[in-house]
C-alpha cells in the first residue's frame, strides 16, 4: 500500500520471496521465473490500460524500467499502482441485506459480464472463476484480478463440439466459425457466475418468494430468453427501484420459446459464420497482393474485403492470438 496525495493506493510489482515465485521454482530456475512474474505483471498493466472504465479496477501509473526483481521495492524495475479497494468473499456477501446481495452483487456482476462480452478486446472468459475476482469499491464492484481473463474460446469442427452442458434445454448455444466456438466466452461467464456466486446468495435468502423470482429471471437470463440489460431491470423492479438506470430496460415477460434476443443473437451468429465462408472463398480465389511499402517483406499480405469495406487488413504468419497481430518481442 501507498499514498498518492491524501489518498491510499495499492503498489503491486514482483517480490522474489512471493508465493507465486516459491512455486514456480519448484518446477524451474529462479530467472525463468522472475520473467514469467514479469510477463504476468506487464500483461495485467497492459489490460487494465485496455479495459479503463467503471467495470474494471482503475490503473493510477505504472512503471517499467527494466526486468530486475528485488526485495528491494524501490530497485524492482515493473510496478503498478492502482485505487485502493476492498476484497470480496462468498462469506461476507451472504451477511448482506436482501437488497444489497441483489443491488450491490447480483445485478453489478451483470454489468461486469455484459461488458466482458463486448470489450474493446472482443469477448472475454474469466478463468478460475470466483467471488474473488471482484472487488469493492465505495459500493461499487468491479473486476480487479484481469490476470485471469483469456480471449481464446475452445476450437471446434462443427456447432455440436461447442454445446455447453448444463445449459437449458433449446437455449442458445456457441457456434462453431473458423473453427471457434463463438460465443462461448460470454455464455460460460453467466454460467460460473450463477453456480458459483448467484445460487448461493439465492438460497441463503429468507424470503421465499422474492428468491423465486430472481431465480426466474436470471434463469430466462441464462436460457437467453432475456438480454443483460432486461434481466438488470426485472431485478431491480423486483426491489421496487427504478429500472431505466445505465441503460437498464424496462420489465418485458419472456415468451413461452425463444425470445427476440434470442433470435438476434442467432441471426448474428449465423451472418458472421457465413460472412467467414465469404471472406474465405474470396480470398482463396483472390490473388494475394504483397503490401508496396512493405519492402518485399512477405509476412505481410493484403486481404481483399476484410475486416473494413475500402481499407486492407493484414494477415501476419505466425501470430501467437486468434484475435489480432501478436508476436513476442525481443530486445
Known sequence: RGLHGADEVLVKSVDPNSKFMSRCRVETTRSACADLANYKLMREIALLQDLYGDHVVKILGRCVRSDTVSTDTTERGITVVTEKTRPMSLEGTLSLSWK??????????????????????????????????????????????????????????????????????????????????????????LKNADEKIFAPLIRNSDDAPAAATVKEILGDLLASNTSYSQAIGRLRRSLGMPVNVQGD????????????????????LQADAQKAEERDHKT????????????????????????FPGKHDYNCLNTKARWGCASPCTA
Open 100 to 189: 444489497e446481495k441483489i443491488e450491490v452483487v447480483i445485478v453489478q456482476i451483470l454489468r461486469i459480464l455484459e461488458f466482458l462480452k463486448r470489450s474493446p478486446l472482443g469477448s472475454l472468459r474469466i478463468d478460475s472463476f470466483d467471488l474473488g475476482s471482484f472487488v469493492n469499491k465505495d459500493g461499487n464492484v468491479k473486476l480487479s484480478r484481469v490476470g485471469r481473463l483469456t480471449s481464446k474460446e475452445p476450437g471446434c469442427g462443427s456447432t455440436s463440439d461447442c454445446v455447453i452442458a448444463g445449459r437449458p434445454r433449446g437455449s442458445l448455444q456457441p457456434m462453431c466459425v473458423g473453427f471457434h466456438c463463438v460465443g462461448h466466452n460470454g455464455l460460460i461467464n
Open 284 to 307: 482463396n480465389k483472390s490473388p494475394e497482393k504483397k503490401i508496396e511499402d512493405s519492402g518485399g517483406d512477405p509476412q505481410f499480405i493484403v486481404l481483399p474485403d476484410v475486416d
Open 249 to 268: 430496460e424496462d420489465d418485458k415477460p419472456p415468451p413461452e420459446h425463444m425470445s427476440i434476443f434470442n433470435e438476434l443473437e442467432t441471426d448474428q
